[in-house]
């Protein structure tokens, strides 16, 4: 018996000093660690990124599948899978093309004109300013030192063809070369037509991994998480698409200047919850009192409130649903965190998840509070 615990003593002790080493060599290398582990997702990259992709695009999939295979036509119902990934791509390419020739460009032609007249609109800015009354609230504002400052910042550095292309080089410069974008596309078109055999193939890897009990857990917090994170990412877009045009639409018949401009940037700030569409309507503001006067800039920011109001209360609601059904603070704490430790990209995944912590640890709580009644 003594030797038993002195032999479970030992092995206790040596693992122990095993785990340090361990420990140790990592952090002394780790470095090497860190280019081994760039370098292998490197490689996996242009996988990683089909992945993505067929994420993303799942969901017009799925739902131009599901119109297609209640088709009377049987060859349209035996190929409603592959007519329907064959679509969604057709649709993507043709929404990238119109992008890339009419919408990008006018985009930064505006930005390259606001830039280059921004000393212009400051000068209509403070001759405006001089012309308020004393009286007004605006005089409490110190707007000419707002001006300057922005005017420090050089937008055509930032905004112009070359500046655009070379923004675009580098977002899509982890997938290296043609061939490497070639097999993202593969891989993603594969991924859609087969995922169920896929799914298939993780679900019996799992249940002979685990226990039954353990697979069941995991397959329904999987399930659940993916569903947020689906309903949450493609709504989002969705919604800025839509709020986008709107506000694009409505300040064109205000003719307020660069109206697409301001719509397009409002409907992408409106993808973060709460804080961007501040921001994004905030910036409009501020622009249009430069290129249009401050009446232009109110009308701008009623009509734009106006439309948030019924995005708000009326079409996100209709896209989201109340799938998340979180509240609004816990929105902000988590937007706030999120854009603290990880950017504009963590103030975005944010809510998603804070939704999927959030419901691990109410149905931890729930599943301790039974068992403490049951020891009752």
Do not use: H
């Not at 002790?13 to 470095?31: C, G, Q």
């Not at 993780?202 to 917090?221: F, G, H, N, P």
């Not at 509240?327 to 999927?356: E, H």
């Not at 149905?363 to 049951?374: E, F, I, M, P």
């Amino acid at each position: 018996m003594e030797s038993k615990k002195a032999l479970t003593k030992w092995l206790y002790w040596f693992l122990f000093a095993v785990a340090v080493i361990a420990v140790y060599k990592t952090l002394d290398n780790f470095k090497d660690i860190v280019n081994f582990v760039k370098g292998i997702i490197g490689v996996i990259m242009p996988f990683l990124i089909g992945i993505f992709i067929a994420y993303l695009l799942y969901i017009p999939c799925s739902k131009i599948e599901r119109v297609l295979s209640k088709s009377k036509l049987g060859l349209l119902r035996k190929k409603a899978r592959l007519i329907s990934v064959i679509l969604v791509y057709i649709t993507a390419i043709l929404i990238i093309v119109i992008a890339m020739n009419f919408i990008i460009p006018y985009l930064v032609s505006s930005v390259s004109d606001l830039a280059s007249n921004a000393t212009s609109y400051y000068n209509i800015a403070i001759e405006t300013m001089k012309n308020v009354p004393e009286d007004s609230f605006l005089k409490n504002i110190d707007i000419e030192g707002i001006i300057e400052g922005l005017k420090g910042i050089k937008l055509e550095q930032y905004f112009n063809i070359e500046a655009i292309t070379k923004y675009i080089k580098e977002v899509i410069g982890v997938v290296n070369g043609i061939f490497d974008v070639f097999v993202s596309i593969v891989v993603s078109i594969y991924i859609l037509i087969e995922r169920a055999q896929i799914i298939n193939f993780i679900r019996k890897i799992a249940k002979v991994s685990v226990k039954e009990s353990t697979y069941k857990t995991l397959s329904k917090y999987f399930y659940s998480s993916n569903e947020i994170f689906f309903k949450f990412l493609s709504s989002q877009i969705i919604d800025a698409i839509i709020v986008g045009i709107l506000t694009s639409i409505a300040m064109s018949i205000l003719g307020v200047k660069y109206a697409v401009l301001l719509g397009v940037m409002i409907g992408i700030s409106n993808l973060i919850p709460y804080f961007g569409a501040i921001v994004g309507v905030g910036l409009s503001i501020i622009i249009t009192i430069f290129t249009g006067g401050i009446s232009k800039a109110i009308w701008l920011a009623i009509v734009v409130i106006i439309l948030q109001q019924i995005d708000a209360n009326i079409i996100n609601p209709k896209i989201v649903g109340n799938s998340l059904e979180i509240s609004p603070l816990v929105v902000i704490f988590a937007v706030t965190v999120g854009g603290a430790y990880f950017g504009v990209l963590g103030m975005f995944l944010a809510v998603p998840i804070f939704t999927v912590i959030k419901k691990y640890i109410v149905d931890y709580v729930d599943y301790k509070n039974k068992l403490r009644a049951n020891q009752i």
